[in-house]
């Protein structure tokens, strides 16, 4: 078993590049995905939790901890990589590819990557707000026969080669202790993500960026998805304004008949 | 061949959503020929499997090492089975469970995953699988690749699946414990103690937003309210991050989806992460003060006035 000692420690962290999905987004009318003129793109939010975990234990720990960001795209994905470098990532890579993927062939890449950058840790979102799958991570701990702590919301060393994780479940909080190297993905109440400041993102703007093509890692990502079609979701209720508890109880039971 | 529910049970019981995904997987197997069994994991299993037996062959594998469900022993446990039982499908409801455990087994099985799926059909012999996307903004039809297909369903979507004339046959797996993974360890499970419906399982959910500011508060309005019409009590991000509310309470993108037959909205604004957890409700009731909030626009009924007003009035009304 590998020991992570307290003055080297590797976290690799992977970032998606998604679109901002707080005012919604809008599908093409023939269904070939969705309408990407004027879309806003920022690091995966889950992701960005990620990061600022990392950045914390590295804080905590001192600056023999490294701190690596990873994302899977097109030269566009460079700018979400320079957030995360602003953000405080000392590195940041991207493994160069065109095309769709999908959260298998994320989990292939990344398991190449670290089998390359050998982290003690990897530290991801537990979802993307785009596909919202929440699968990557579960695949490549799997992949990598490591350990996984899912969903977390509070992750704390139990000692150097241990942590502690405190899961959300959809029956409470679940805690359990993972030997490292792990992978950890994280859920919204594990911290809130610093702001990348003017200046360091400024200064971002001028590190370098390091590219691994995909062939390089001797991965090709064949995605096992295929989206076939893609449909706004209409919801086509007319809400009926109602006058007082006494009329909306009426129709709950007369109208609707739900109670 | 065959189609393999992977079971969720409370140590007990097979909880509700398992039957909801035995609908599914009886229906492909009505498509494919394969036949249908449910996989139980755990450790002291005799009356779950009793009662996984009333509604399909049951594969039982009981062991102390499998007591909880951490996801390296249940995911090789769930790949060992697959391949020894040469399924073409494993099909669960779409939980914290099943999030957890079957992409990992999905990639120990090389397998392609489709999760949170709410509808299906076959198109020239292929199967396509509908699942949201972007918050619920979209409606994705996709298809997998190879086999094994790994597939998890919003158990809101389907109907529970009815026991079997005769039961099921019960057949014994046994397990090697030295050779499942000793990657992990359970420490425990903390939850609020609540006598009120799985907010996935209820019938009527009423939820609370922000107008809400203490646990007591909380408790006097949303969850009378809940209890009068036998209903789950459900909350916002808001309040879980907060502190008024525990995380399992939260409906949303990231939280519980929910798709009851009433969803009662008490001051909830209806942010998109929100209504991508409860939009496909049947009816939905909206009760807040501003006018203006979202959520009248994908409400069925709406009030507007102030929720420490209109509850005690709706418990009125509802006790006549």
Redesign the interface.
């Known amino acids: 078993m590998r020991q992570c000692l307290d003055d080297e420690m590797k976290i690799l962290v992977p970032t998606k590049r998604v ?1 901002s ?5 809008r ?1 093409r009318p023939d269904g070939s995905g ?1 309408e990407d003129t004027a879309l806003v793109y920022i690091i995966n939010p889950f992701d960005a939790i990620a990061l600022e975990e990392a950045l914390h234990i590295r804080e905590q720990r001192g600056s023999e901890v490294e701190v690596t960001a990873v994302s899977i795209g097109n030269a566009d994905f460079d700018s979400e990589l320079r957030t995360a470098l602003a953000m405080g990532a000392d590195r940041a890579v991207r493994v160069d590819f065109e095309g769709a993927i999908d ?2 062939s994320v ?1 292939q890449v990344l398991a190449a990557v670290v089998r390359r950058e050998k982290p003690d840790l990897v530290l991801m979102g ?2 993307a ?15 990598l ?7 977390a ?1 509070k992750i704390e060393f139990v000692d150097p080669a241990r942590l ?1 994780v405190a ?13 490292l190297p ?1 992978v950890v993905t994280t ?3 594990l911290n809130e993500p610093r702001y990348a400041s003017l200046p360091a993102l400024m200064k971002a703007k001028k590190r370098p960026i390091e590219m691994i093509s995909h062939r390089d890692l001797g991965v090709s990502p ?12 209409a ?1 086509d ?1 007319v ?4 006058a ?3 009329e ?2 009426h ?2 039971r007369y109208e ?1 008949k ?2 | 061949m065959s189609i393999l529910v992977v079971a969720e049970h409370d140590g007990k019981h097979l909880r509700p959503g398992s039957c909801s995904a035995l609908t599914v997987a009886r229906d492909l197997a009505a498509h494919s020929g394969e036949r249908v069994e449910l996989l139980v994991i755990g450790s002291g299993l005799d009356s779950v499997a009793a009662d996984a037996a009333r509604f399909a062959p049951v594969i039982v594998v009981d062991h102390p090492l499998l007591a909880n469900a951490t996801a390296d022993r249940y995911a090789q446990t769930i790949a060992d089975v697959t391949n020894a039982r040469e399924a073409g499908s494993i099909v669960a409801n779409s939980t914290t469970f099943a999030k957890d455990i079957l992409p990992r087994a999905s990639a120990l099985l090389n397998a392609a995953m489709a999760g949170d799926v709410t509808g299906y059909s076959f198109v020239n012999g292929e199967l396509l699988l509908r699942r949201p996307m972007y918050a619920g903004a979209a409606m994705a039809t996709v298809a997998l690749t190879g086999q094994p297909l790994v597939i998890t369903v919003r158990a809101s979507a389907f109907p529970a699946a009815q026991p079997l004339v005769q039961p099921g046959e019960r057949i014994v797996w046994s397990v090697n414990g030295s050779t499942l993974p000793n990657y992990s360890e359970y420490v425990g499970l903390e939850s609020r103690p609540t006598l009120r419906p799985e907010l996935t399982e209820a019938r009527v959910v009423v939820s609370g937003g922000r107008p809400f500011r203490t646990g007591e508060e909380f408790e006097k309005y949303v969850g009378r309210l809940a209890d009068v019409l036998n209903g789950a009590a459900g909350c916002t991000r808001a309040l879980v991050d907060a502190g008024i509310a525990p995380n399992e309470w939260q409906v949303g993108q990231t939280g519980k989806v929910v798709a009851p037959q009433l969803y009662v909205a008490l001051g909830i604004s209806g942010a998109v992460q929100h209504l991508a957890g409860m939009k496909n409700s049947r009816v939905v009731v909206a009760v807040n003060s501003d006018p203006e909030a979202p959520m009248f626009s994908i409400a069925t009924y709406g009030l507007v006035g102030d929720v420490r007003q209109i509850v005690p009035e709706l418990i009125r009304e509802l006790g006549q």
């Open positions: 679109p999905t707080d005012e919604g987004v599908i969705i959260p298998w989990a537990k979802q707000v785009d596909d919202d799958s929440n699968q990557a991570g579960q695949m490549l701990a799997g992949l026969n490591w350990p996984q702590a899912t969903f919301s502690s899961r959300e479940t959809d029956r409470g909080l679940e805690t359990v202790i993972v030997r792990a859920d919204l109440r064949e995605p096992k998805v295929r989206i076939v079609h893609l449909e706004q979701i919801i209720r809400c009926v304004r109602v007082d508890a006494a909306l109880v129709r709950l609707a739900v109670i």
